[in-house]
């Protein structure tokens, strides 16, 4: 590995370093919400943890945050004014002020760092969010339908077709589709997309916490490259627009108003990381229950109308985005609880997504539940997906078209989960196409 800039070093101290060094320490003095972060076993499978925090409050307190895997709870966060995602603006103490101002100089823009509109909040957010929405409409979502089916039947067609083989469908499948539909959102040429493919998986562990200095340094490089590559990017669509979202949110001037530079970066990396990593997972996902629930498969052969609501019952059941944090800005309370300026909360949605008092019999799987689609996958409030429908989309399109193809697909061995935290499902899910 090549030196670590002093930069770098600073950034992943501030962001992760720090944040791994409390969370171990808490995590050996048994605090029971630390293990979330090391345990491999709650990794693999977070449902009972949530349910043990769930049972022991509205919120939790552990020793570095709150949690709260109740329903009621975790949209209060999201919606509670007091509530801030814009965690680099939680006072430091002395030390860690001077290690966060030296970060800044030279740093590249993330999908997760300031102005992404992820982590800002209103007004500046409220301003930057309807802007992007003026290019992101339903209208434009509904229009690329066509092309996505079109994309997932050309990728089902380079699959292997002899009785019998295996095929990995996450690497083949299930990440490729969402690939090439942001690939074309962002005009990017074909040739170009596989390190898109790269920079895109090495950016996203940003989103998680606790990187090690080896995943963080690595991810920095990767960002580095693609602000470069995007720069140059933007400089051709100005002169040069395609048909694509990109070009019309280069040239996009509303009332004089347009996106700086730096914030065409912030969103280009996070329509990246987000309209990708995510939706791999929900199509990995899905593959993965509706193949280990044939009866259900089968009423959907049936029915094919009840797509939309499978893709909502796959998202509640299993969320491809588990949780997420926000500091607290003023003293407030959720569910009766107090809660102080300065703590952190971390609302659990894949935890809220099971919480019996909103869904009966949480723990099966069934894509005919009449609620499903008050799962909070999408998270809630001024942060709630932009990408949403064009999720929906991709999933309802990509799955129908794929067990349409191969009604007998069977899990050929044991699938892995991804390592990441946040961000949840299979990177390696080998299947035999037909029998
Ligand atoms: C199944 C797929 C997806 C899931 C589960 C998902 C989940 C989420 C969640 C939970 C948030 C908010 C995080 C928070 O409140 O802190 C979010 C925000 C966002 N998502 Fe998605 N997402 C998905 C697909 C997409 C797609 C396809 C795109 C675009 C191409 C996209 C673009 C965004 C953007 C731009 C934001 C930031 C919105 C804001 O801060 O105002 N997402 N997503």
Request: charged residues 25%.
């Amino acid at each position: 590995m090549r030196l670590t800039r002093p930069g770098t070093f600073l950034r992943w101290l501030d962001r992760h370093g720090l944040a791994r060094l409390g969370i171990a320490a808490a995590a050996r003095r048994g605090d029971a919400q630390a293990r979330l972060f090391f345990d491999p076993a709650i990794r693999d499978d977070p449902y009972p943890f949530y349910r043990e925090v769930r049972e022991a409050g509205a919120l939790v307190r552990g020793r570095l945050m709150w949690s709260t895997t109740r329903h009621d709870a975790v949209v209060a966060v999201l919606r509670g004014e007091a509530f801030s995602s814009d965690l680099e603006s939680l006072p430091a103490p002395g030390p860690l002020a001077v290690v966060r101002r030296l970060g800044r100089s030279g740093r590249p823009i993330g999908p997760a760092d300031p102005p992404s509109m992820l982590v800002v909040d209103p007004p500046t957010h409220t301003r930057y969010r309807r802007l992007v929405a003026k290019v992101f409409t339903p209208r434009a979502i509904e229009g690329l339908r066509p092309r996505i089916e079109r994309h997932a039947e050309a990728l089902l067609d380079d699959l292997p077709q002899a009785p019998g083989d295996t095929v990995e469908i996450v690497g083949r499948y299930a990440s490729l589709l969402p690939l090439t539909v942001i690939a074309e959102i962002l005009g990017v040429p074909q040739d170009m997309r596989q390190r898109f493919l790269a920079w895109g998986e090495a950016a996203t562990p940003t989103l998680d916490l606790g990187l090690t200095l080896r995943q963080y340094h690595h991810a920095e490089d990767a960002i580095r490259q693609l602000n470069a590559w995007l720069r140059g990017h933007f400089a051709r669509l100005r002169v040069d627009p395609g048909d694509d979202l990109l070009s019309r949110l280069v040239h996009l001037d509303s009332e004089g108003e347009r996106l700086t530079e730096e914030e065409l970066l912030a969103t280009a990396g996070l329509l990246l990381v987000a309209g990708f990593e995510t939706t791999v997972n929900l199509l990995g996902t899905g593959i993965y229950l509706l193949i280990r629930h044939p009866d259900q498969l089968g009423a959907l052969r049936e029915r094919p109308d009840g797509w939309p609501n499978a893709v909502e019952e796959i998202l509640r059941y299993d969320s491809p985005a588990q949780t997420t944090a926000r500091y607290c800005r003023a003293d407030t309370e959720v569910a009766g609880v107090p809660v102080r300026a300065g703590e952190i909360v971390v609302p659990m949605m894949g935890g809220a997504n099971r919480d019996p008092a909103v869904f009966p019999d949480p723990d099966r799987f069934d894509i005919t539940r009449a609620n499903a689609r008050d799962h909070l996958s999408f998270s809630s409030g001024v942060h709630y997906c932009l990408g949403a429908a064009l999720a929906r989309l991709e999933g309802q399109l990509g799955l129908s078209a794929f067990f349409e193809r191969y009604p007998d697909a069977a899990l050929a061995a044991v699938p892995r989960r991804r390592s990441t935290r946040v961000l949840r499902g299979y990177d390696h899910l080998p299947v035999r196409l037909r029998p």
